[in-house]
T-cell receptor, first 111, second 113 residues
Framework: KNEVEQSPQNLTAQEGEFITINCSYS?????LHWLQQHPGGGIVSLFM???GKKKHGRLIATINIQEKHSSLHITASHPRDSAVYIC?????????????FGEGTQLTVNP | GAGVSQSPSNKVTEKGKDVELRCDPI?????LYWYRQSLGQGLEFLIY????????KSGLPSDRFSAERTGGSVSTLTIQRTQQEDSAVYLC???????????FGDGTRLSIL
């Protein structure tokens, strides 16, 4: 069992739909990251959070430390949101800031 | 530019050769990370540098892999006696300090023939 599991692996949506991507982890963490990887390969950090909820534009990330679960929501999805979304966890102070990654969720938003 | 810069962007080499991959982090970032993404696979951690502390090398897959960071800035990842399974995209990231958002370079696509 991977330490970080994402669901779904693939997601296809119509433009305008509300999208949720889930991430579960099995170890204690210092922080959880959501990353976006575009078809060209470039990776962008979307959120880093250790509790509660963060919002940036149409993106919302939440985390429940007790349940070891995080969700990434996209409101009013758009074709330009099509990308791979990756959840990653930082394992704590004694392990530095090394990240352990989920397998990613391939999101396709159709016009 | 102000982002993380990696070179070369693509490298094709023959099995058994040594390769060096370079990463220029964002100026002032004390933490630097190397990751690898093999075809169809997720990202995996290789090595982490934080300031002048000893690096965390726990992700390096074999003793053919090594990395250094000179002067707290530029880092070089070296792979000796390359094997076909080393083919992957090697990504570098930096952050202001540990446990802060990481900024990724565009990666070096390494192909071993």
């Amino acid at each position: 069992k991977n330490e970080v599991e994402q669901s779904p692996q693939n997601l296809t949506a119509q433009e305008g739909e509300f999208i949720t991507i889930n991430c579960s982890y099995s170890v204690g963490i210092s922080a959880l990251h959501w990353l976006q990887q575009h078809p060209g390969g470039g990776i962008v950090s979307l959120f880093m959070l250790s509790s509660g909820k963060k919002k940036h534009g149409r993106l919302i990330a939440t985390i429940n430390i007790q349940e070891k679960h995080s969700s990434l929501h996209i409101t009013a999805s758009h074709p330009r949101d099509s990308a791979v979304y990756i959840c990653a966890v930082g394992m704590g102070e004694t392990s530095g800031s090394r990240l352990t990654f989920g397998e990613g969720t391939q999101l396709t938003v159709n016009p | 530019g102000a982002g993380v810069s990696q070179s070369p962007s693509n490298k094709v080499t023959e099995k058994g050769k040594d390769v060096e991959l370079r990463c220029d982090p964002i100026s002032g970032h004390t933490a630097l990370y190397w990751y690898r993404q093999s075809l169809g696979q997720g990202l995996e951690f290789l090595i982490y540098f934080q300031g002048n502390s000893a690096p965390d090398k726990s992700g390096l897959p074999s003793d053919r892999f090594s990395a250094e960071r000179t002067g707290g800035s530029v880092s070089t990842l070296t792979i000796q006696r390359t094997q076909q399974e080393d083919s992957a995209v090697y990504l570098c990231a930096s952050s202001v300090e540990r446990n802060q958002p990481q900024h990724f370079g565009d990666g070096t696509r390494l192909s071993i023939l």
